[in-house]
């Protein structure tokens, strides 16, 4: 058997030429191509005048922007970004304070005690 368009000599049954390629008119049994999963990419010039919120929630509710975060790292970067920053500046923001509170507790001299005397013995 010969190809049709090159003249090539093919095996028999070939359904395709193997040197230019095309059909040779009978059916064609092969495996669809596989499918690639495939992110959308994000818009690097889309508004951000919007991710301030997204960092005021992150900072009040520091568990809600680490959750936020690890959902939308892939979809929403820079939104997942400022989740992110609020509530690690809440962690960070808290950290200091309790530093400077168990600072100031422990810099303090306790105060002596007084004898608790019932007023009718003196």
Known sequence: MRCKFCGK???EGSVVC?????SQGGE???????????YT????????SHLWKYMVIG???PLAGIIL???WRYKKPRTAQACLKGAL???AVGVVVLAICLLVMCGQEPEPQQP???????
């Open 89 to 91: 500046v809440c962690i």
């Open 69 to 71: 975060y690890f959902m």
């Open 41 to 48: 990419p994000f818009d690097e010039s889309a508004d951000t």
């Open 18 to 22: 193997p040197r230019c390629g095309k």
């Open 59 to 61: 900072f009040f509710v």
């Open 9 to 11: 000599q093919l095996d």
């Open 28 to 38: 064609v049994n092969l495996p669809p191509p596989p499918v690639e999963e495939r």
């Open 116 to 122: 608790n005397i019932p007023p009718f013995f003196e």
